[in-house]
């Protein structure tokens, strides 16, 4: 009888597990690194098409660090929101609605005619962006095998890059013969094509269905998607045979802000339970520091050139090659360090540091090094930053994974707001400045060092924590 029972019952842990790399493993990857290729282009559309827009609204120094700043400002927002509401409603509506109101917000953003304008759409338009991150990361997360979770996000992070770097071949095709408007036209209807695409594409969570204990109507048919020898109408209920149930103590009876009030509470208090309570804070003094680095220079990075004589188009494609290849080798990178662990990661920032310094220093100034390393440096920059972003969302249960990664873009994103004001106001002004704001960058890429070298030490706490009370399981190991 008991046998019987157990077998209608699916351990979804060991079933995700037990697949390894599926057809449909690799269609969720496919499908999630384009909404992130489009994430990335909406975004970063801004940095390549400022030289245009300073002329075109004779922007000074500090109103073009408001106008970089104010898509970030709306990402760090939006990286709260949305992922908080994902965790309620699930991943794909959240990915879906996210990606629908960016490419209307970056459409509209072509009829921007004043600075003022420019920053209200770029912020709105950043609330969209950042809302998607974290429910594609959770998404990607709970359906990959042990040993791929990681690595998966830096994969759909390599869509972001792509993105970002496309952006400049975008701007360098369209912009000069047909003004920065239609940069802006062009891209936001490709993302609407998109969302269109998504709606007939993309999955929901397996897992985060299990863990909110969704109908059997709705998780059973995801179950066959992974594969389809199995039957799944023989199982009448699911289970995550690696994550304790997580029980709410809000009620439908109480008031609806006192039960949202509640369940925010609850969500926070296990973003520190236990290891977790070293761990959170690790990964936002982490990601902070390496988000100041890439923004610095995603915002700055072709000023920053032009100022050190480098010619606009030609910094544009430096800019852009460099983060293409940084987001490579941050899957690379990745593909090591996941079976080896976190401190691994450390190699990128620690080689970039006397890069930046050099830049700096102003010792190779001009000379036939110059170039060569200002394009290694931004490679070493995103290849950390890809790892990093990797290890945000990978330590929390799937009831709060999204919001454990939306809170870690949130911190992150101060640095971000922080980059492009501290930038315009500091390392604009002339070529001394700019050489001050790669000195910058070389601090920072040290607090990423320093911040990994502590997460590795605290994640090995948290594998000793859940061993004998949960089945370890490889979404809480980040390495194996």
Known sequence: MASSAESRTLDVTKFLEGRGMTRFHIQLLLISSVVTFFDGLDFSLIAFTLPYLR????????????????????????????????????????????????AVLTFVTGFADTPEMLIVLRFLGGLAIGGLLAPAWSLNIESMPAGKKATAVTIIMLGFSFGAAAAGQVTNFLAPQYGWQMVFFACGAATLVLAVFLQFTLPESLRWLVAKERPRAKIAPLVSRFDPAVDPGRYESFYLSDEARFQSGATSEQPWIERTFRNFTETMQRLFKGALAFITPVIWFTYFFSSFAIYLKASFGVLFMEALGIERTMAANIASIGGLIGAVGGVMLLMFTEKKGPIWIALAPLFGIPLALLIG????????????????????????????????????????????????????????????????????????????????????????????????YFAKRLMAEQAPEELVSAEAQPAE
């Open 361 to 456: 220093s102003g010792l190779i100034d001009g000379g036939s090094l110059f170039v060569p390393i200002i394009l290694i440096g931004s490679i070493t920059i995103g290849a950390g930053h890809a790892a990093v972003i990797s290890m945000t969302s990978i330590y929390y249960p799937s009831v709060v994974r999204s919001t454990g990664g939306g809170w870690a873009s949130f911190m992150a994103k101060f640095a971000a707001v922080a980059a492009p004001i501290v930038g315009g106001y500091w390392f604009l002004a002339d070529r001394r400045a700019v050489l001050d704001g790669y000195v910058f960058t070389a601090l920072c890429l040290a607090g990423v060092v320093i911040g990994i070298v502590a997460l590795a």
């Open 55 to 102: 002329d075109a609204m004779h922007l000074t120094d500090e109103m073009t660090g408001f106008v970089s700043s104010a898509a970030f400002l709306g990402q760090m927002i939006g990286s709260l929101v949305g992922s908080y509401i994902a965790d309620m409603i699930g991943r794909r509506p959240v990915i879906l609605w996210c990606t629908v109101l960016s």
